[in-house]
């Protein structure tokens, strides 16, 4: 025995079973507990409840909903909700961010300060509190017969933001999302799997494939006799046609997207000026102008650089849509939370809940980190 405890792999096998036997031990405790306490109360288990009709209503859809609908459906439409907020709010997060960023690096005095004074302030101020106060401001914007026109098919109203939109359904538009982001991941996954000429032909093929399937999609949603563009235009007392944008989603993606531009400008600046000087003056030696120098190796560069900060500000952008619920979004955590209210089934609904996001927050850093690991170049960021 006392050979066995002087045996290092030995101890370390030993302390591992330990430790996970204990967590067992306490989660099953936990478990039995809970259960008993449920029995006490006279409340059931189980996910029967989800084939229930829910009762009520919310008020915003990304599909057709009815109070008659069951659990299950409306926790989908909460998920979906939650990755529409969020996949906007990153998006325009990103694009803010790389302006932000560009400008803090830049030589101007002027332009210099006024990234600083951005990214002070839109990062000290609390994200719910940014969300209250556009929720205030989109929420006030004149009635829909005053709406602020841009170009006669965009409308700002205090009911959303009215726009146009073609005549093909949320379906086939998601199935347009989909065909395009399993392309992309096809294009990562041949990265180096096959010879670059075979590579350059697959891609040629698949970007002039791509809008006629695209096509084919919508001509197989579009209903004859309708525009194929449908505008919306004031009718009575509201607008008719075209999408809307309902004002709660507006000041969240508003909010997210400042927040989150404030935190990514800095990763991005960070990238930008993480590529060695060695290499900017090797491009002017070669004869290489500003503008080719900045495309062709700083931001290549940088991009590498800053990719797996990007990827922790992307799973924390889409943990704070939860914020949703301060101004009345219907998303996954609010439906969560009002399912719970509705049904008493807490432990189900925040094992739900749990589950999603960890889904979610994992299939984004699975993506960003396949795309780091594709885009990497040996001996720079990595060994081998």
Do not use: C
């Not at 288990?45 to 609908?69: A, C, K, M, N, Q």
């Not at 302006?99 to 002070?120: A, D, H, M, P």
């Not at 749990?354 to 594709?374: H, P, Q």
């Amino acid at each position: 025995m006392g050979s066995l405890l002087r045996n290092r792999k030995f101890r370390e096998i030993f302390l591992q079973a330990f430790v996970i036997s204990v967590v067992a031990g306490l989660l099953i405790a936990m478990v039995i507990n809970a259960k008993a306490s449920l029995a006490a109360q006279s409340l059931t288990t189980g996910f029967g409840f989800l084939e229930r009709s829910t009762g009520w209503d919310f008020s915003f859809s990304v599909l057709p909903y009815s109070i008659s609908d069951t659990y299950r459906k409306t926790l989908t439409i909460g998920i979906l909700n939650t990755l529409l907020l969020g996949f906007l709010g990153i998006a325009l997060a990103t694009i803010v961010g790389v302006i932000i960023g560009l400008i803090r690096t830049s030589k101007n005095f002027v332009f210099s300060s006024l990234g600083t004074i951005y990214v002070e302030v839109f990062r000290n101020v609390p994200l719910i509190l940014q969300a209250v106060f556009w929720y205030s401001i989109v929420s006030h914007l004149p009635r829909p017969r005053g709406a602020i026109s841009l170009g006669d098919a965009v409308f700002l109203s205090g009911r959303g933001i009215y726009f146009p939109t073609f005549n093909i359904g949320v379906t086939a538009f998601l199935l347009m999302v989909l065909v395009l982001v399993a392309w992309l991941a096809f294009l990562l996954f041949i990265r180096d799997k096959i010879p670059t000429i075979t590579r350059k032909k697959i891609k040629i093929s698949g970007w002039i494939a791509m809008p006629v399937i695209w096509l084919l999609i919508a001509w197989t949603a579009y209903e004859p006799g309708t525009p194929l563009i449908n505008v919306p235009a004031l009718k009575g007392l509201n607008f008719r046609g075209g999408m809307r944008m309902p004002p709660e989603l507006t000041a969240l993606v508003i909010a997210i997207a400042l927040y989150g531009g404030a935190y990514i400008g800095e990763v991005v600046r960070a990238g930008l000026m993480s590529v060695p000087r060695g290499q900017i003056e090797a491009g002017f030696i070669t004869g290489l102008s500003s503008r080719h120098i900045f495309t062709r190796i700083r931001l290549p560069l940088a991009v590498r650089a800053v990719l797996p900060s990007l990827t922790n500000q992307y799973v924390q952008l889409m943990k704070a849509t939860t914020i949703g619920l301060v101004v009345g979004f219907s998303d996954f955590f609010m439906i969560i939370s009002t399912s719970i209210n509705q049904s008493g089934q807490t432990l189900e609904l925040i094992a739900i809940l749990m589950i999603g996001f960890l889904i979610i927050n994992l299939s984004i850093a699975y993506v960003m980190n396949t795309i780091n690991r594709r885009i990497a170049l040996k001996g720079y960021e990595v060994k081998g």
